[in-house]
């Protein structure tokens, strides 16, 4: 199968949903003839016209605002927030009015929009350009929240959260825009709501999303030559999130690791452990562990940098700590 | 028949219709009628939250959505009550969310500050201050994309001029040529801080054309001058001209909300904002074109109460939405399916 990267795949879903839907347009800072910073909307200008590839003022919270409008008049916006960090400025039209509107009007409006974003720690950007704020969207109701790992997931949940009727906030993640996997060119989407069972194992389950899932492959690979074999979940939604996959995982291992890049405290990490806990406490062997990223702002020094997020050895270091508990 | 300019207080209008001042005097009976009918469901502890009423700026909702075409959208605020029923909300329905039933606009989830009445073109109100603008312009940046033809009215207060809201919506509805017409009602206060206390600089109108925003200011307790602007900017809109901004002068009669004691406020001002009270107003207009006799008045009043005792029971005899259904509407039913290849 033909092989394009994160970047490309968001992008080919972008157009065929535009192609497909002339309802679907494209809201944000530089997305016109810059193409968004990652270069996800290259080309799209060109292709679709400033009225429906649409270049903004930076006004984060008139970005959402105008983007909801829209959807509640009919459209189906696709709305950037160019980094999550940015998103704080953003948070009155996404937090009380997009995930709001279709329930306090008592199911007669909808929201059918996509606030797409990215987040997680990049090359040196230090603290406000390298946060990972999932767990704000994920405590509210009315959201839905997708947190792709691979291109073929990018684009098949990027389809799937376009023609979705409810808000999705839709966060890619900055280091894996240059990554490359198999996407096939036929048409498909990916349902926004199953997680993925990337390893089969019988040990220890890992769970994690975006780039972090990546890296717990990596450390189950590493894992499987010493013999220990660990189970791989990537949950690429975070609301709704899977609790059965997880739940029969855990069941079946007796062992959590849950990795995550944002800080521990108050990170999905510990909602996640309570879903375990829910989902499998009296199968349990052991304690669950985060290895997470450190409760400090993201540090520009690269070495700090490194120290403050979670890696494929912390995670393995995490899997060998609990084998042994 | 037409009025001379000379009979109508404060007004240049001078070519009033006996029937549209008819429809603008019932159409502001109506709001104080119910929302003085709520303040007694209040008391009775039947309608929870703050009530924020609209008594004493009931000419600006009435001026605005008379000019407006039936197809022609608003988006409320905190207090918009006379919105909804200037545009024409159904009375049954709107009592009934006001007592939170499951016959309510919004079946109960919403109340007052998040109506929506969507056969009549009332999008949404909302809790946050400022927060419309935003939506609005979303709604009429699709009519532009759309080429549909309604404008879209936000209507705001004095207090939202300050907000971030305002100044980036301005700017992006001046930008891309919005169907956008703004609303600002200026009672003079937010919650106890007077305007002057809390904005800067030459004013609301000033704040427009710094936009690039054509706007005007006018005396928000005529309801015949509100509608006359109103009609003129709407021209300009539907036109394609992009925005227009009206600022509604007008002053708050009762508190914030019900039960504010206004201890921040002196009592004349108070008293002159009775004194000007748009209906009574309006209604010395009419007396004097001999458009409204005793009798008529009386009746027309009956022919509301009774209206509004019809909704009110209708509302009362209303179920409360099922518990069981506290978590319907919080997504779509469907969610979106996915298929592989
Ligand atoms: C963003 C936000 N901040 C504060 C509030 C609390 N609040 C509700 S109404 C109000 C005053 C609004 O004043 P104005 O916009 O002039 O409207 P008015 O109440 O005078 O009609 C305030 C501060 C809010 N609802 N939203």
Redo the contacts with the bound molecule.
């Keep these: 199968m033909r092989k394009i990267s994160y970047a490309q795949a968001l992008n080919e879903a972008l157009r065929e949903e535009m192609d497909r839907d002339p309802a679907v347009f494209l809201m944000g800072e530089d997305v016109g003839a810059f193409g968004n910073v990652f270069f996800v909307a290259k080309g799209l200008l060109d292709k679709y016209g400033p009225d429906r590839v649409r270049d903004t003022p930076i006004s984060e919270q008139a970005i959402v605002a105008t983007g909801l409008g829209a959807a509640l008049a009919g459209a189906r916006p696709v709305v950037e927030i160019m980094f999550i960090d940015f998103a704080t400025m953003a948070m009155?039209p996404i937090v009380n009015q997009a995930a709001k509107m279709r329930y306090h009007s008592g199911g007669t409006l909808k929201a059918p929009m996509v606030i797409r974003t990215q987040g997680g720690v990049g090359r040196g950007n230090g603290s406000q350009h390298s946060q990972s704020l999932e767990a704000w969207f994920m405590h509210i109701p009315g959201l839905k929240v997708v947190m792709p790992s691979t291109p073929y997931d990018a684009k098949g949940l990027l389809k799937s959260a376009i023609r979705d009727d409810d808000p999705v906030v839709f966060i890619e993640h900055k280091r894996l825009y240059g990554t490359w996997g198999e996407v096939p060119e036929e048409e498909y989407t990916v349902p926004i709501g199953e997680a993925a069972v990337r390893r089969q194992g019988g040990d220890v389950t890992i769970i994690a999303a975006s780039r972090q899932a990546l890296l717990a492959e990596d450390a189950a690979r590493i894992l499987e030559s010493e013999g220990i074999h660990a189970e791989v979940i990537d949950l690429r939604s975070i609301s709704p999130l899977d609790r059965e996959t997880i739940g029969r995982s855990v069941r079946k291992t007796g062992r959590t690791v849950i990795v995550h890049e944002a800080c521990k405290t108050g990170g999905i990490g510990a909602e996640l452990t309570a879903v375990v806990l829910e989902e499998a406490f009296y199968y349990l062997d052991a304690p669950v562990i985060r290895v997470t990223g450190e409760d400090v702002p993201i540090p520009f020094n690269a070495d700090l940098e490194a120290a403050a997020i979670p890696s494929v050895d912390k995670i393995v270091s995490g899997v060998k700590s609990i084998l042994q508990s | 028949m037409t009025a001379s300019a000379t009979n109508v207080p404060g007004n240049v209008l001078g070519d009033v219709s006996k029937e549209t001042a008819l429809q603008l005097y019932r159409g502001m009976l109506a709001v104080r009628m119910f929302e003085e009918r709520m303040i007694e469901l209040s008391t009775q502890g039947k309608v929870g939250g703050n009530l924020?009423l609209d008594t004493g700026q009931e000419a600006i909702a009435v001026g605005v959505c008379h000019a407006l075409a039936p197809s022609d959208l608003v988006v409320g605020?905190?207090?918009s009550l006379a919105h909804a029923i200037a545009k024409g909300a159904d009375l049954r329905k709107l009592a009934a969310e006001m007592l939170g039933k499951a016959t309510g606009y919004c079946k109960g989830r919403g109340g007052k500050m998040h109506l929506t009445c969507p056969e009549v073109g009332f999008v949404t109100a909302n809790?946050?201050?400022?927060?419309g603008l935003g939506i609005a312009a979303g709604v009429a940046l699709r009519q532009k994309m759309t080429g549909s033809g309604p404008a879209v009215v936000s209507f705001?207060?004095?207090?939202?001029v300050n907000?971030a809201y305002f100044h980036e919506t301005a700017n992006l509805a001046s930008l891309w040529n919005l169907p956008l017409l703004m609303i600002c009602?200026n009672?003079g206060?937010?919650?106890s801080v007077r305007?002057d206390r809390a904005m800067a600089g030459p004013g609301v109108v000033a704040r427009a054309a710094a936009y690039g925003i054509e706007g005007e200011s006018v005396d928000g307790n005529d309801v015949m001058q509100v509608s006359a602007a109103a009609k003129r900017a709407l021209g300009a809109v539907h036109a394609g001209n992009g925005p227009r901004l009206i600022e509604c002068r007008t002053i708050?009669v009762h508190g914030?909300h019900e039960g504010d004691q206004q201890h921040y406020r002196p009592r004349e001002e108070i008293e002159e904002a009775v004194k000007r009270d748009p209906i009574d107003r309006m209604r010395g207009f009419l007396v004097g074109q001999g458009w409204l006799t005793v009798q008529e008045e009386t009746a027309l009043q009956r022919e509301l109460a009774s209206e509004i005792d019809d909704a009110v029971a209708f509302a009362e005899q209303s179920p409360s939405p099922a518990v069981s259904e506290l978590h319907q509407h919080v997504y779509g039913e469907e969610r979106a399916g996915g298929s592989r290849p």
């Design positions: 009155d | 924020h605020t905190h207090r809790g946050i201050v400022g927060a705001f207060g004095d207090g939202a907000h009602e009672n206060y937010a919650v305007a708050r914030h």
